[in-house]
């Protein structure tokens, strides 16, 4: 399973970004889709998550109500819209995804990883 992370950039504060992760060589029919994020010296944090069953995202409190998912499954690629952007979303952004499941929040559950795109929010 490769997955193809793209859309970081350097932003000012309040703009916006989209990120998109692209999923190809799965063989798995079914999968829930992470955005995680990490800063340098910090462990990785859930971001979102995108249920393959229901269309439901799962947001982190810290990105709810200003980040949104979204996912076009014919093209396999979860989008990640970005508005409102501060200082503290700076850090690299991954993508991941695991076989349908619960636990859609839980980072070790996820078994395939994107390389990671950066977004860097500067004031």
Known sequence: VQLQASGGGSVQVGDSLR????????????????????????EREFVAAMPWRGDRPVYSASV??????????????VYL?????????????????KANSADV?????????GQGTQVTVSS
């Open 64 to 77: 709810r109500g200003q980040f949104f998912l979204s996912r076009d499954k014919a093209k396999d690629t």
């Open 105 to 113: 929040d839980k980072i070790a559950a996820y078994e395939y990883w």
């Open 81 to 97: 819209q970005m508005n409102s952007l501060k200082p503290e979303d700076t850090a690299v952004y991954y993508c991941a995804v």
């Open 19 to 42: 990120l998109s992760c692209v999923i190809s060589g799965r063989t798995f029919s079914a999968y829930d889709t992470a955005w995680l994020r990490q800063t340098p010296g910090k």
